[in-house]
């Protein structure tokens, strides 16, 4: 879908838009379903948040935190190399928040899109990961679900 900024409350929001061709596509429509189930259960200081969702009308809409600072990876190429002290504390971020979607109960998320655009600046200078929603993933293969623990060893064949 697309984004927009928009106003709910007084304070600014972003808008995913359902893409309008999608109306016609059960599968898509199932999938729309789906990332609000995660997006609603979601609730960590490493995550955008989820504000609501249009699911009566159409266009469908999923409503969420808005961060004017924009995606880490402009962030990156605005500011270039980082101080150390900086990069750990970005780690941290990123680490806690992929942590907690990965223990999210009853079934964890795996984000499996992990780049620093689907990461966002809040103004306080934390990050948060975004762009996890439409990844159907509640139901994990064996081997996906020892990708998401990190005290197995992979297989390097």
Same mark, same amino acid.
């Given at each position: 879908?697309?984004?927009?900024?928009?106003?709910?409350?007084?304070?600014?929001?972003?808008?995913?838009?359902?893409?309008?061709?999608?109306?016609?596509?059960?599968?898509?429509?199932?999938?729309?379903?789906?990332?609000?189930?995660?997006?609603?259960?979601?609730?960590?200081?490493?995550?955008?948040?989820?504000?609501?969702?249009?699911?009566?009308?159409?266009?469908?809409?999923?409503?969420?935190?808005?961060?004017?600072?924009?995606?880490?990876?402009?962030?990156?190429?605005?500011? =270039?190399? $980082?101080?150390? *002290? +900086?990069?750990?504390?970005?780690?941290?971020?990123? #680490? /806690?928040?992929?942590?907690? &979607?990965?223990?999210?109960?009853?079934?964890?998320?795996?984000?499996?899109?992990?780049?620093?655009?689907?990461?966002?600046?809040?103004?306080?200078?934390?990050?948060?990961?975004?762009?996890? =929603?439409? $990844?159907?993933? *509640? +139901?994990?293969?064996?081997?996906?679900?020892?990708? #998401? /623990?990190?005290?197995?060893? &992979?297989?390097?064949?």
């Amino acid at each position: 879908g697309s984004y927009q900024v928009a106003k709910w409350n007084g304070t600014r929001v972003s808008v995913k838009i359902f893409d309008k061709d999608s109306y016609s596509d059960p599968e898509s429509i199932n999938a729309f379903k789906y990332e609000l189930t995660l997006l609603e259960k979601v609730r960590h200081p490493n995550v955008v948040q989820f504000v609501g969702a249009v699911t009566q009308n159409i266009p469908m809409m999923i409503v969420s935190e808005y961060h004017a600072k924009g995606n880490f990876q402009n962030y990156l190429q605005k500011k =270039g190399r $980082l101080s150390t *002290s +900086k990069v750990l504390r970005f780690a941290v971020d990123i #680490a /806690r928040g992929m942590n907690y &979607l990965h223990e999210c109960k009853p079934d964890p998320i795996i984000h499996c899109n992990l780049q620093p655009k689907n990461v966002l600046l809040d103004n306080g200078g934390k990050l948060k990961i975004a762009g996890f =929603g439409l $990844l159907r993933l *509640s +139901k994990l293969s064996a081997d996906k679900a020892k990708l #998401a /623990r990190p005290d197995d060893q &992979l297989d390097p064949s």
